[in-house]
C-alpha cells in the first residue's frame, strides 16, 4: 500500500483546530511478557519497541516562535461609578454578567487536559473528541426561529412595533384594524426569515463541500474512503500528494527512504514556501504500511493551548449605516413621546388621559416607519446581486449580505502580502559581478561563458581525468578581460547551484500499481519530469536560474548533491556541512567537497546588511544593493572560501564538540561558524523578483487616492516586506521609510519611539515583538503615530497579532476597517475587521469563505470598493431617509388633524389606506431608488477622490435627517391644511382630497430624489399611480366615488400638490447653480 503515498504529498493545512499538536510521543507495548514477532526487531534497535520513545525529529518539532505571539489587552481605563455609570451603560454590564453567569452554571465548559490517542484505534480513545468537520452555520433546526427572531428585535425599530401590533389586542387602545399592524410587521418578519434560510442554506452547501472531501483511511483490512467529517482522533490517513492535511496529524511513515517529506503551512501562517519534515524513525523503519497496526502505539498529547490554529470572529455582522439608523430611530421615538405628550397637555389631561396618550402614541406611530428595516435588508440584497453580477469582477461572491454599504466607508485597509499583493512566484532579474550586470535580455551571454569553459573541462578530463578547473591553455589562447569575466561568471554560476537547500523532485512512472514502494528505478529522471522542492521560494528561483543557463541541479540527499554541465558532465560534491538561514543570521552556507578534485570549498550567501562585514573589502557592493532593491528587487550576496583538508578537520572538530556542548551550545556553536566567515572572496549579486499580482501598483494608488490608509500585515520576515512595500509602491518612491529598531524592554521602546516622532510624512516598518514591547507599555503613543502614517508595514505577525491590530484601530480611530487575505492565516484579521475580504488563490478557501467578500484577484477590490461600495452606501442612505420622510409626512398630517378636531385620538386613515400606503402604492417608486446612482461607474473610477467624501458620513447624518424632517412636516401641514381649507361639504372629501395630494406627492418627491433616471424607476412610478387610481373604484367605504370622478376634486389635489413640491424643485435647482456637489462637476 505505501506505494500510494507518493513523494512529498502534502500541500499542507490545518483544519481541526480542537485537535492541538502533540507536544511529546511514547509508545506501547502489548502488555507485560508479551513477544513480538522478530520482524519488527529492528537492526538497530532493541527488541522491544514499547521502550522506544515515539519522537518525532528536530524538522518535526520545528516551530516558528513569531506565531505564538500572543499580545496583551488593550489598557482599559478605570470606569466610573455611581448613578452616571448605571445610566451610561452598567445597567447593559450587570444584565450581561448575570446572563453569563447563568450559562457558565448551566454549561460548564469542558477542562482542557492531555489526552492519549491510539494509532490505528480511535475506539480505544477514552474520551469523546468533536467530530472533524467544519461549521459555519449560525443556527440549527432548532435555534433558527427563535435566533432570527432575536437578532431582529433586538433593534429597537422592529421592537417598538411588536409592542405596538400586540397592543391592538387590547380593546381600549385598539384604533384600527389588527391586520393594520400585523401585516406589515408579518411581512417584514417573513421576508427577513426567508434571507436568514437562502443565506444559512448556502452555508450549508459550503460547509458540506469542504466536510465532504474524501481520504484514504487505512485499516487492518486495507484501505477505505472516509469523508473528511468521518476521520477521527486516532485514524491512520493517507495523503496524497498535492492533497491538504485534513485534521492535524503525526508524520509517521513516507514512500521517500529517507522518511523526508515538504509540506506547506500556508494555512497556517500564509507561507507557500516548501518545509522539509522528517518522518517519526521508527514508524518509517518498518517493512510495510500495515505493521503500523501492529506495534500498538500510542501517541501522548499535553493539553490544547492557545496558538496559530486559534481563529477569533463573529459569525453575526451589523453595519455602521445600521446603527446609525438604529439611532435616528431612538430620536424618531423620543419626537413621537413629545408629541402625544404635548396633544395630551393641549387636551387638559381630561378624563383617562394616560389612555389617551398610548392612543396618541398608536396614532402617532408611523412616525417609526417599520417598512425601513425590509426596505434595506431588501436593498442590501439587491447590491449583492448587483456585485456578483458585474463582469468587470467575474467570480465575486457576497456571502454576508447585511453590510454591502460598509463596502463605501472604509478608512483603514489591512492586507496580507503572499498570494495577495504578490504571486509567491520568483523569477530571477539580475546578475551582479561589481564590474559587469546581466539582465534578462542578456542571459545568453552567461550561457556562453559557462559553455566553453565547461566543454574544456570535459576534454581535458577526458585526457587525465585529474582536474575540474579551466585549462590553462584555454585561459591562455583568451583574451584577458574574456578570461577574467568567463571564470568570474563560472565561480558565480557554480557558487549559485550548490549554496541552497533546494531538492529536486521526480514523479514516479505512470501506470504504477501493486503494494510495494517504488523504487528509483520507477523514477523518470528526464528534465520534463523534474520539479524542484525548498523551504523559500527565492532558492527555487535561484536553481532554475542555474538550469537555464546550463548548470543543473540533477539529485540531491542528506550527503551529497549532482550538477550536470552544459556538455552533459556529472559533477558530484559531497556535503560536508549546511548551515540553514535563520532570521537572526540572515544568511546560509554549506560546505562541499568536489569529488574529482577534492578540493573543499565554503560557499554563504544572505542579506547585504549581513554580509556586507564578512566579504572582502569592496566599492560596489552598497550603491548596487541599494539600485535593486530600488528597482524592488530582493537581493542576495555570494561568497566563497577555499579550505584546506587541514583547516576543515581543525573546524569540524571544534564545530563537533560546540555542538555537544551543555551551556551555552548556540553561542559556541554560532562562534565556531563565525571564525570561517573571515575574509571572503565576494562572487556576485543576485537580484529576485517576487511577482506582484495584476494591476496591484495601479489598485494601490487609487485606494491611497480615495483617502484609503494602507497596513500591510505579514508573516514575512522584515527584509521582504520591505521590498514588496517598495515595488508594489505602498511606499511611494518621495516617502522616506522609518524601520522601528528592535526593542525588548520599556526604556528601548520609550527611546525609539520618541525617534519615531520627529519623523513626518515616513512610512514605518516594525516587527512583530517589537510592535508587542510597544503596545504593552505604550499603546496609544503607538496607535496615535501609526495612524498619521501614510503607509504601515507590520512584519513577522502572528494570526493573533493580525486581528489585535485590526481591534485597536477600531478603538483607538474609531474608523471602518477592511482586511483582505487569502489564507487561513488570514482568517482572524478578516473576522476581526468591520468589512472582510477574502481571495481564492494558492491557499486554499479558508480566507474567502470566513470573508463577507469573496474574490479572485486583489485588483478587483478597486471597482469593489469605489463604485459598489460608494453606490451601495449612498442608495441606503437615500433610502432609509426617503422611507423615514414616508412616516413622518403622514404622522404630521396626523397631528394637524387632531389639533383642528379638538386634539381627538381620531386616526385619519384606516385599514387599507394605511397598508396600501406603504406598500401597493409608494413601495416601488421608494425601493427604486437602489438603482440610482450619481455618477458612471467609470468616472467612479476615474476619480477615487469622489470616495472620500463618505467617510465623513454626510450622506447620511442628523443635518440630513433634519432637512427631511423639515420637509416632512412641510409637506404634512399643506397637504392637511390645504384638504381642510378646500373641502366644502363632507368629511370624506378631506380623505380623499388629502390622501390622494399625499400619494402624488410622494411619487414627486421619488422624481426629485433621483439624480439619474433608469427605465425600472419610470416604471415603477407609472404602475403604482396605475394601482392607486385602479383602486379607487374599489374604495367605497373611503372614498365618495362620485365626488372623485370630478374637476373640482381634480383641480383642488393639482393645486394642493403643486403647492407641497414645487417649492423644494426650486430650492433643488438653485442649490445645484449656487452650491453644486462633487460628483456633478464630473457628469457636467
Not at 425590509?374 to 468587470?392: F, H, R
Not at 542528506?558 to 556529472?570: C, E, K, N, W, Y
Not at 441606503?876 to 403622514?890: K, N, Y
Request: aromatic share 10%; net charge neutral; proline share 3%.
Amino acid at each position: 500500500m505505501a506505494d500510494q503515498i507518493p513523494l512529498y504529498p502534502v500541500r499542507s493545512a490545518a483544519a481541526a483546530a480542537n485537535r492541538k499538536r502533540a507536544a511529546y510521543y511514547s509508545a506501547a507495548g502489548l502488555g507485560p511478557g508479551a513477544e513480538r514477532p522478530s520482524r519488527y526487531q529492528l537492526e538497530d534497535e532493541s527488541a522491544h519497541l514499547d521502550e522506544m520513545p515515539l519522537m518525532m525529529s528536530e524538522e518535526g518539532f520545528e516551530n516558528d516562535e513569531s506565531d505564538y505571539h500572543t499580545l496583551p489587552r488593550a489598557r482599559v481605563t478605570q470606569r466610573k461609578r455611581g448613578l452616571e455609570w448605571f445610566v451610561c451603560g452598567g445597567w447593559k454590564f450587570l444584565c450581561t454578567s448575570c446572563c453569563d453567569w447563568l450559562v457558565n452554571i448551566c454549561q460548564r465548559k469542558r477542562e482542557l487536559k492531555a489526552r492519549t490517542v491510539w494509532l490505528g484505534y480511535p475506539e480505544k480513545c477514552e474520551e469523546k473528541h468533536p467530530r472533524n468537520s467544519i461549521k459555519n452555520q449560525k443556527y440549527n433546526v432548532f435555534t433558527f426561529i427563535p435566533g432570527v427572531l432575536y437578532e431582529q428585535f433586538k433593534f429597537f425599530l422592529n421592537l417598538y412595533f411588536l409592542v405596538v401590533s400586540c397592543s391592538q389586542f387590547v380593546p381600549a387602545l385598539k384604533i384600527g384594524y389588527l391586520y393594520t399592524y400585523w401585516a406589515p410587521l408579518g411581512f417584514v418578519l417573513a421576508v427577513t426569515i426567508m434571507r436568514e434560510a437562502i443565506d444559512e442554506f448556502r452555508r450549508f452547501q459550503r460547509d458540506k463541500e469542504v466536510n465532504s472531501q474524501l481520504y484514504s483511511k487505512l485499516t487492518v483490512r486495507g484501505k477505505v474512503q472516509v469523508k473528511s467529517s468521518d476521520i477521527q482522533v486516532g485514524d491512520l490517513i493517507i495523503v496524497e500528494k498535492n492533497q491538504r492535511i485534513p485534521s492535524d496529524m503525526v508524520f509517521l511513515r513516507t514512500s521517500e527512504k529517507a522518511g523526508s517529506c515538504f509540506i506547506r503551512t500556508d494555512q497556517l501562517d500564509g507561507e507557500t514556501d516548501w518545509k522539509l519534515k522528517v518522518a517519526v524513525s521508527c514508524t518509517q523503519r518498518l517493512p510495510a504500511l500495515g505493521d503500523l497496526f501492529s506495534i500498538s502505539a500510542y501517541v501522548y498529547a499535553q493539553k490544547p493551548q492557545l496558538d496559530i490554529h486559534s481563529f477569533e470572529g463573529t459569525f453575526t455582522r451589523v453595519g455602521l449605516l445600521d446603527l446609525e439608523l438604529n439611532q435616528l430611530t431612538k430620536a424618531l421615538f423620543v419626537a413621537l413621546v413629545a408629541l402625544s405628550v404635548v396633544m395630551v397637555t393641549l387636551q387638559g389631561f381630561v378624563g383617562p388621559w394616560y389612555r389617551n396618550l398610548f392612543r396618541f402614541l398608536l396614532l402617532f406611530s408611523y412616525i417609526i416607519p417599520i417598512s425601513l428595516r425590509v426596505n434595506l435588508d431588501m436593498g442590501k440584497a439587491a447590491y449583492g446581486w448587483m456585485i456578483m453580477k458585474d463582469e468587470s469582477i467575474p467570480g465575486t461572491v457576497v456571502r454576508t449580505s447585511t453590510i454591502p454599504e460598509e463596502l463605501g466607508r472604509l478608512v483603514y485597509l489591512l492586507t496580507d502580502k503572499t498570494g495577495t499583493l504578490t504571486q509567491n512566484e520568483m523569477v530571477f532579474k539580475r546578475l551582479h559581478l561589481g564590474t559587469v550586470s546581466y539582465g534578462a535580455d542578456t542571459m545568453d551571454e552567461i550561457q556562453n561563458h559557462l559553455r566553453n569553459p565547461y566543454s574544456q573541462m570535459q576534454s581535458q578530463a577526458s585526457g587525465n581525468n585529474t582536474s575540474s578547473t579551466l585549462p590553462r591553455k584555454a585561459q591562455s589562447s583568451a583574451p584577458k578581460v574574456r578570461k577574467s569575466v568567463s571564470s568570474r561568471v563560472h565561480e558565480a554560476v557554480k557558487a549559485i547551484a550548490l549554496c541552497h537547500n533546494v531538492t529536486p523532485v521526480y514523479e514516479p512512472r505512470a501506470g504504477m500499481t501493486g503494494e510495494a514502494e517504488y523504487t528509483e528505478a520507477d523514477q523518470d529522471f528526464s528534465d520534463g519530469n523534474r520539479t524542484y522542492q525548498a523551504a523559500s521560494p527565492d532558492e527555487v528561483a535561484l536553481v532554475q536560474w542555474t538550469e537555464s543557463v546550463g548548470l543543473t541541479l540533477v539529485s540531491r540527499d542528506l550527503a551529497s548533491m549532482q550538477l550536470r554541465t552544459p556538455s552533459g558532465q556529472i559533477l558530484t560534491y559531497s556535503i560536508l556541512q549546511m548551515f540553514p538561514f535563520t532570521s537572526e543570521s540572515k544568511r546560509m552556507g554549506v560546505i562541499v567537497r568536489d569529488e574529482s578534485t577534492t578540493e573543499i570549498m565554503f560557499y554563504m550567501k544572505g542579506a547585504d546588511v549581513a554580509m556586507s562585514s564578512i566579504v572582502q573589502y569592496n566599492d560596489w557592493l552598497e550603491e548596487e544593493c541599494g539600485n535593486m532593491a530600488r528597482e524592488g528587487l530582493r537581493t542576495l550576496v555570494v561568497a566563497k572560501r577555499a579550505l584546506t583538508e587541514e583547516q576543515y578537520q581543525d573546524f569540524e572538530s571544534r564545530y563537533s564538540q560546540a555542538k555537544l556542548s551543555i551551556h551555552d551550545r548556540a553561542l559556541k556553536v554560532a562562534a565556531v561558524v563565525e571564525s570561517l566567515e573571515r575574509e571572503m572572496e565576494l562572487l556576485c549579486l543576485t537580484g529576485v523578483e517576487d511577482q506582484l499580482q495584476a494591476d496591484v501598483r495601479p489598485t494601490l494608488e487609487m485606494l491611497r487616492n480615495a483617502g484609503i490608509k494602507i497596513w500591510m500585515l505579514t508573516g514575512d520576515k522584515l527584509e521582504t516586506a520591505t521590498c514588496i512595500a517598495k515595488s508594489s509602491h505602498l511606499v511611494s518612491r518621495t516617502q522616506d521609510i522609518h524601520i522601528f529598531r528592535p526593542v525588548t524592554n520599556r526604556g528601548e521602546a520609550h527611546l525609539e519611539l520618541n525617534a519615531f516622532r520627529r519623523k513626518h510624512d515616513c512610512a514605518l516598518v516594525i516587527s512583530g515583538d517589537s510592535l508587542e514591547v510597544c503596545l504593552k507599555y505604550y499603546e496609544h503613543e503607538l496607535v496615535e503615530l501609526a495612524c498619521q502614517c501614510p503607509a504601515v508595514v507590520c512584519c513577522r505577525c502572528s494570526p493573533t497579532q493580525k486581528a489585535h491590530i485590526v481591534k485597536l484601530l477600531q478603538q483607538h480611530a474609531g474608523r471602518r476597517t477592511c482586511a483582505i487575505g487569502d489564507g487561513g492565516n488570514d482568517v482572524s484579521m478578516i473576522q476581526a475587521a468591520d468589512c472582510g475580504i477574502g481571495i481564492e488563490g494558492k491557499e486554499g478557501r479558508q480566507a474567502s469563505l470566513a470573508a463577507d467578500f469573496s474574490i479572485t484577484q486583489f485588483k478587483h477590490i478597486g471597482r469593489l470598493l469605489m463604485v459598489h461600495g460608494r453606490s451601495s452606501y449612498k442608495r441606503s442612505a437615500a433610502l432609509g431617509q426617503f422611507v423615514m420622510h414616508r412616516g413622518l409626512i403622514i404622522s404630521t398630517m396626523q397631528a394637524v388633524f387632531s389639533s383642528v378636531f379638538y386634539f381627538a385620538s381620531v386616526p385619519l386613515y384606516q385599514g387599507f389606506l394605511m397598508v396600501g400606503y406603504a406598500t401597493l402604492y409608494t413601495m416601488f417608486p421608494v425601493f427604486s431608488l437602489v438603482l440610482d446612482q450619481d455618477v458612471k461607474p467609470e468616472m467612479a473610477m476615474l476619480y477615487p477622490e469622489l470616495y472620500k467624501d463618505l467617510t465623513k458620513g454626510r450622506s447620511l447624518s442628523f443635518k440630513t435627517f433634519l432637512v427631511w424632517v423639515l420637509i416632512s412636516i412641510y409637506q404634512g401641514g399643506i397637504l392637511m391644511y390645504g384638504a381642510l381649507l378646500l373641502f366644502e361639504s363632507e368629511f370624506v372629501h378631506v380623505v380623499a382630497i388629502s390622501f390622494t395630494a399625499l400619494i402624488l406627492t410622494e411619487l414627486l418627491m421619488v422624481a426629485l430624489t433621483v439624480r439619474t433616471w433608469h427605465w425600472l424607476m419610470a416604471v415603477a412610478e407609472v404602475l403604482s399611480l396605475g394601482c392607486y387610481v385602479a383602486s379607487l373604484a374599489f374604495l367605497n367605504e373611503y372614498f365618495d366615488v362620485a365626488f372623485i370622478t370630478t374637476v373640482t376634486f381634480v383641480w383642488k389635489v393639482s393645486a394642493i400638490t403643486v403647492v407641497s413640491c414645487l417649492p423644494l424643485y426650486v430650492l433643488k435647482y438653485l442649490k445645484r447653480k449656487l452650491s453644486p456637489p462633487s460628483y456633478s462637476k464630473l457628469t457636467s
